[in-house]
T-cell receptor
């Protein structure tokens, strides 16, 4: 089984719709992250969480919200999607004592 | 703030050619440095890392040396293969290890 799973893998939606992207991990690590990837811009951090009660904004949190429902689950929501939120979204977990991250397979979101 | 600048692509090489992808960083203190690789349709995977000055990270024939004096962490491989075709990201983690900063990515295509 994959260590980090993301659902859905692809989603097409319309402007103004509410969208939730989900991330689950099987490793039991505390740290989880959401990034978006855009061509020419690399990865940019949206939100991160170090445990269920700890949520932190990243570089580009406007227009997004998150929920850490359990240690293993970290969801990203777009309350009212807009076209410039069309991107590839990645969830990652932080590996303790290894000072690195492990990424999920990504969700491709298109907002029309 | 902390940041990473890496060489723009795309880069196209013939099989068995020598590869260099440049990466420089700006950071407070001495961060850990990473190279991640993203194969088509997949998430990012850690390729190699270095945690202190003069450390050399290596994996799958790729190498990078942490150069404090030039604030650089250039990726090299002596003989690339078609299977190395991917997007390569340079990254650093801040001193707390809580946040990661990624470069914009360099696309590499290796032709037979």
């Amino acid at each position: 089984d994959a260590d980090v799973t993301q659902t859905p893998r692809n989603r097409i939606t319309k402007t103004g719709k509410r969208i939730m992207l989900e991330c689950s991990q099987t490793k039991g690590h505390d740290r989880m992250y959401w990034y978006r990837q855009d061509p020419g811009l690399g990865l940019r951090l949206i939100y991160y969480s170090f445990d269920v009660k700890d949520i932190n904004k990243g570089e580009i949190s406007d227009g997004y919200s998150v929920s850490r429902q359990a240690q293993a689950k970290f969801s990203l929501s777009l309350e009212s999607a807009i076209p410039n939120q069309t991107a590839l979204y990645f969830c990652a977990i932080g590996i303790p004592n290894a000072d690195t991250q492990y990424f999920g397979p990504g969700t491709r979101l298109t907002v029309l | 703030g902390d940041s990473v600048t890496q060489m723009e692509g795309p880069v196209t090489l013939s099989e068995e050619a020598f590869l260099t992808i440049n990466c420089t960083y700006t950071a407070t203190g001495y961060p850990s440095l990473f190279w991640y690789v993203q194969y088509p349709g997949e998430g990012l995977q850690l390729l190699l890392k270095a945690t202190k000055a003069d450390d050399k990270g290596s994996n799958k024939g790729f190498e990078a040396t942490y150069r404090k004096e030039t604030t650089s962490f250039h990726l090299e491989k002596g003989s690339v293969q078609v299977s190395d075709s991917a997007v390569y990201f340079c990254a650093l983690s801040d001193l707390s290890g809580n946040q990661f900063y990624f470069g914009t990515g360099t696309s590499l295509t290796v032709i037979p």
